[in-house]
């Protein structure tokens, strides 16, 4: 794939995503089927909640993390930069998109120099699994350096590279990779899905990678292949249609990684801090948040994505309180009841 084209995929992935056209169709994430069960005498004060977790050595303010977007592009780089500087004030974890492109093209390196504006954020790096298995470790950890990551990502999209155009068709050795990267890499692996979830199956598989941390981005969210659908024609528009509401859905998947004794973070539709505290209390580190931060920030800047995430952690303290919950680690013990559809998930394969 040139650079150029690589370049006009994330100029169309951004233009497609500030829109409502990618989400799920007919699929949620299920977290709705997630009850939470209301105490009326709390016995606490909303202001003395702790939102704190602490992840990979160094502690967030609130568990959520920006999650990975975009680079590789002038445009993207004004996305990392402000987005990234927002992590920073608040407190959170931020991720960066796919690092192929200035692996390909150094010259583009820069559109993923986050550092200067946020300094002490945690902060991941993002390659794609397929790539990493063609690349030394060197090389990976080189992109780590290059970026001062805490961590990186390696993503897993099948489903999405399917149906691109310029997509990838050889899956092999994915496993081996993952494994190898968490034995020879200095920062921890985390293993990301892309939009179409982690499956118990998949969940057994990358323990014994050795990860400690899964991204899930689960079915409910944006949909990566629809995603995909929309810059593709012919026989590839087509399998995109018919494959657009695939997936594990976010609140399935969180639940069938956290019962493998991994550390998930849920992303895949976290659209509000109920949201969050639902994922949370299956099981997740943290709830990871990627369009809707976006789509605020295209349409107010910095101060529209403040005020967004404002109403994120309001969300979240008031759910808090309303179950008891003094700390986020109480929470992940609050009583819950589980319906419908995702009832019917976890008893698959149990």
Partial sequence: ?????????????????????????????????VRLIHQSLPDLHIDELDLSVSMMGKTLNAPIVIAGMTGGTDRAANVNQELAALAQERGYAFGLGSQRAMHRDPSCAWTYQVREAAPDVLLFGNLGVVQARDFTTKEIQDLVDSVGADAICLHMNPAMELVQPEGDRDFRGGRDTIRRCVEELNVPVIAKETGNG????????????????????????TSWVGVETLRAEG??????????????????????VAEQGLKPIATGGMRTGLDIARAIALGASAGGIARGVFQAFESGGRASANAFLDRIEQELRAVMLLVGAKDVEALRRAPRIILGDLKAWLALGA
């Fill in 235 to 256: 026989d590839k528009r087509a399998l995109g249609e018919l494959l657009w509401d695939w997936g594990v859905p976010t609140a399935a998947a969180v639940a069938f």
């Fill in 1 to 33: 794939m040139s650079e150029s084209s690589i370049g006009q995929r994330k100029v169309d992935h951004l233009d497609l995503c500030a829109t409502d056209e990618v989400g799920f169709r007919g699929q949620t994430n299920l977290l709705e089927s």
């Fill in 198 to 221: 982690i499956s118990r199956e998949t969940a057994i598989a990358l323990r014994a990678t050795g990860v400690e941390y899964v991204d899930v981005s689960g079915a409910g969210g």
